[in-house]
């Protein structure tokens, strides 16, 4: 910071330069100037100056104090001291440097980054889903590995809840393949009456193999008694996941046509939706729900809308990007920010990369631009700085780490 | 008193047209804001100096919900009178 003091000789020859008076007029003016301030508060008045500030009288009452060589105690008489409250504008003229900076809520830091990632709190439920499923599947091999006992009704009443969410997580977790990956596979088995969608039948046709063992094991006597209760839960929900696939594929085993795979996509999204009702503790999993509801309309407009805006905006990400068209030129003064232009031109600071892109070649260090540098703001696609799109900011900011290292 | 009424006084003390004060005014607030973005201190020997201060970041906490918040550093305007104004108010006589 730079504490350079200017007395009221150079201020006037400023003012006298700048106003084309001469400088014996311009100091003439200045003096008169605060001479009628002085005045105006010497008569108890407080004194305004547009643009620039008040100036008011402020008591300030006697105190005590002491002496510090004699330890004696004095009193300090009270006097007048003259306050100066500067006018908005300057304020705002001075303190620009620091304009960009807001306070920051320490304690409700946490939250703020919650609210950042709830965006991707949709996937979360899929990934937890995952693992419990991997971790059942593992289960069950187990179980068929072991042949367990064989755990009765009563049992299985006691813990329905659990038991159906695990089973319909498992369903759900077979099904999410399907649809994200196999998308052609399904339409092109559809019109064919025999084929059925592959995860489908896998699921099928374990657990019809599943029932022969089982059942042979029902029929068994239940030998030695495990009172290990993840055993007798994994094996309720093997016993729920025949009847349901009993329940579903039984009768027609034959003639598994487009209907029953699609009230099998059914029952299966509306499972999910009760799953998602269940696991997710954020009371608003809408935008989820939205995207899962959609299949059951058809498997082919899904694809094509979880997938396509996805792919163009990646697409838009990893092409490199060319600026030909300019909206803004801005010349760098002080107190300029990349960040701030950006806020000011696309409404979001975190995309000054794109304006550092475009003007790579003048900017050596983004973080220090040379005053009077010319930075000329380029016209971007509005997709890629979409503020409200939380992966443009993450795509911004990878940009960000990249540049400023 | 306002910004007319220091213009009047003005006026009359240069016998100067107002509108002319007027804008030598404005031209004059103009000049002193600029050395102050600059961060230049103004010192008037008579009157006293203006000077830009950094307040620097703190950690305020609210009294009663405990929230911390971190104010950012910050640069403001300060005057302080001179000595020869402060023994000029030392004669006016203090009520209350």
């Known amino acids: 910071m730079n504490k350079e003091k200017i007395s009221l000789q150079e201020v006037a020859d400023l003012f006298a330069s700048k106003a084309s008076i001469s400088k014996r007029a311009a100091e003439e003016f200045l003096k008169v100037l605060f001479l009628s301030v002085e005045e105006a508060l010497l008569a108890g008045e407080l004194v305004k100056i547009k643009n620039f500030g008040t100036f008011k009288l402020q008591w300030n009452e006697p105190r005590k104090s002491v002496n510090i060589q004699t330890g004696e105690e004095i009193i300090l008489a009270g006097y007048y001291k003259v306050n100066f409250i500067p006018d908005v504008l300057l304020k705002d003229m001075v303190n620009e440097p620091y304009a960009h900076l807001q306070p920051v809520d320490l304690d409700a830091g946490l939250p703020e980054i919650a609210d950042e990632e709830k965006s991707e709190v949709p996937l979360d439920p899929f990934r937890v889903f995952d693992e419990q499923a991997s971790e059942i599947k593992n289960l069950i091999s187990e179980i068929q590995a072991i042949r367990p006992v064989v755990v009765k009704e009563p049992v299985k009443e006691d813990i329905p809840p659990i038991a159906k969410g695990i089973e319909h997580v498992e369903f759900k977790t077979e099904k999410e393949p399907v649809i994200r990956e196999q998308p052609k596979a399904e339409t092109i088995s559809a019109p064919k009456p025999e084929p059925k969608p592959e995860p489908v039948s896998k699921t099928v046709s374990a657990s019809g193999f599943d029932y022969a063992p089982i059942a042979k094991k029902n029929n068994k006597q239940p030998g030695k008694k495990r009172n290990n209760w993840f055993w007798i839960l994994a094996v309720v929900i093997v016993i729920i996941l025949i009847n349901v696939g009993l329940y579903l594929f039984y009768p027609p085993v034959n003639k598994w046509t487009n209907s029953t795979v699609v009230t099998c996509i059914h029952s299966v999204s509306d499972i999910k939706d009760k799953v998602v009702s269940w696991f997710t503790v954020n009371p608003k999993p809408a935008s989820y729900i939205e995207t899962v509801v959609i299949p059951k309309d058809s498997m082919d407009s899904d694809s094509l809308n979880v997938e396509k805006p996805v792919d163009s905006l990646q697409i838009l990400f990893d092409t490199p990007r060319i600026y030909p068209e300019f909206i803004a030129t801005v010349r760098i003064k002080r107190g300029s920010r990349l960040t701030l232009i950006s806020k000011k031109y696309y409404g979001n600071k975190d995309f000054w990369v794109y304006i550092y892109e475009a003007n790579e070649k003048h900017i050596p260090n983004p973080d220090d631009i040379p005053k009077g540098t010319l930075i000329r703001v380029p016209k971007i696609d509005p997709r890629l700085i979409d503020a409200s799109n939380p992966r443009c900011i993450r795509k911004a900011r990878e940009l960000h780490d990249l540049y400023v290292k | ?96």
């Open chain 2, 1 to 96: 008193m306002n910004h007319k009424e220091l213009i009047a006084t003005m006026a009359t003390k240069m016998n100067a047209p107002r509108s002319a004060v007027s804008d030598l005014l404005d031209t004059a607030v103009k000049i002193l804001n600029e050395q102050l973005v600059e961060e230049k201190t103004i010192g008037f020997q008579s009157f006293g100096n203006f000077e830009v201060r950094k307040k620097e970041e703190r950690l305020s906490v609210h009294p009663s919900t405990h929230v911390r918040t971190l104010i950012p550093p910050k640069l403001v305007v300060s005057f302080k009178q001179s000595n020869i104004l402060k023994d000029k108010f030392k004669d006016i006589p203090h009520h209350e």
